[in-house]
């Protein structure tokens, strides 16, 4: 009787198969798990204590954020701190921090902004990405935005142009007037700020070349 080939057994492929699946499975399980805390938000304390994670507390905005590159994973990734420095004027409790980026949120999507701008890799590339907006060198001290705006501080600048955007034309393609209120404004912008904290593996890829905003003179 001739030896049968492994290879048309089919005992060994459902027992492949059962083993290739159970594999995967728990791989599966694994990366849930790792997933799930690597997106969970930090606390305040984390940063007090310096503790770097990928998405840091709302009370982020109460820093300062710097975007540096890292040899070890080739990109650039966001440095929170250790500097502190005011909000729009005041530095922000947990409890007032969390509310107000719900707030910022609830307006990025009231006001539909993924209909064309990209959020951490979500939307439309009509407009700019705004996932890293907050480090862009246009609304840094001495910046065209400040400038033109006529603001002192990065998040007056940006509340202003968010209010009236039709005031000051920037690009081909003009931002509508929304209709957005101060408050709203105010909100939508730490809501930019910290995005532009959140670790994202060097995501959008090269902003951090662009002229000033980290190398550049």
Not at 23 to 52: C, H, P, R, Y
Not at 132 to 157: C, F, V, Y
């Amino acid at each position: 009787m001739a030896k049968k080939s492994v290879w048309t057994d089919n005992r060994f492929w459902r027992r492949s198969a059962t083993w290739v699946t159970g594999v995967a499975s728990v791989l599966l399980i694994w990366l849930t798990f790792d997933t799930m805390e690597q997106i969970s938000m930090g606390t305040d304390a984390d940063l007090k204590n310096g503790v770097t994670k990928r998405v840091p507390a709302p009370t982020v905005i109460n820093y300062k954020v710097d975007y540096v590159f890292d040899s070890k994973r080739g990109h650039e990734v966001p440095k929170i701190g250790p500097e502190k420095e005011k909000f729009f004027g005041k530095f922000w409790s947990e409890e007032e921090a969390a509310e107000l980026l719900h707030k910022g949120k609830l307006a990025s999507q009231a006001k539909n902004c993924m209909d064309c701008h990209t959020l951490l890799g979500n939307g439309a590339y009509y407009a700019p990405d705004l996932t890293k907006a907050w480090l862009d060198p246009a609304w840094q001290e001495n910046g065209p935005m400040q400038a033109m705006t006529g603001k002192s501080t990065k998040e007056e600048a940006m509340a202003e142009f968010l209010q009236h955007p039709d005031q000051y034309p920037t690009h081909e393609r003009m931002m509508p007037d929304l209709g957005i209120t101060k408050q709203e404004a105010v909100a939508l912008v730490a809501f930019l700020k910290h995005m532009a904290s959140i670790d994202t593996n060097g995501f959008p890829r090269n902003f951090g070349r662009m002229q000033g905003a980290v190398h550049g003179k």
